[in-house]
Nanobody
Framework: QEQLIESGGGSVQAGNSLTLSCVGS????????MGWFRQIAGKEREFVAA????????NYADSVKGRFTISRDKTKNTVTLQMNDLKPEDTGVYYC?????????????????WGQGTLVTVSS
């Protein structure tokens, strides 16, 4: 069965960095868009960043542009989110996700595969 497993969450102070990693298993995700979402307390799950399956296409939410960087290694079925200059409002559960379409990822619609989530806490 296909799975996405996240790691790297934790607690940091504002201004610091964290790196989240996600590894896929059960199938090859080379033809899938892979990315990250987050759910902040009291809010709906929202798109953070995605990396396309062809070329080096990436998309970011406006709130993280310039601070977060997404990368992936198709040969290892992994996607990584480097988060710099973290802010308290970045606190939440971060989910790895995969879907065939970038539009589905960006619009958070009918995502095919979800990870279980990893908690990121940023204190001021």
């Amino acid at each position: 069965q296909e799975q996405l497993i996240e790691s790297g969450g934790g607690s940091v102070q504002a201004g610091n960095s964290l790196t989240l990693s996600c590894v896929g298993s059960g199938r090859t995700f080379s033809a899938y868009v892979m990315g990250w979402f987050r759910q902040i307390a009291g809010k709906e799950r929202e798109f953070v960043a995605a990396f396309g399956w062809s070329g080096d296409t990436t998309n970011y939410a406006d709130s993280v542009k310039g601070r977060f960087t997404i990368s992936r290694d198709k040969t290892k079925n992994t996607v990584t989110l480097q988060m710099n200059d973290l802010k308290p409002e970045d606190t939440g559960v971060y989910y790895c996700a995969a879907d065939r379409y970038m539009t589905s990822m960006v619009n958070n619609r009918f995502i095919e595969v979800w990870g279980q989530g990893t908690l990121v806490t940023v204190s001021s």
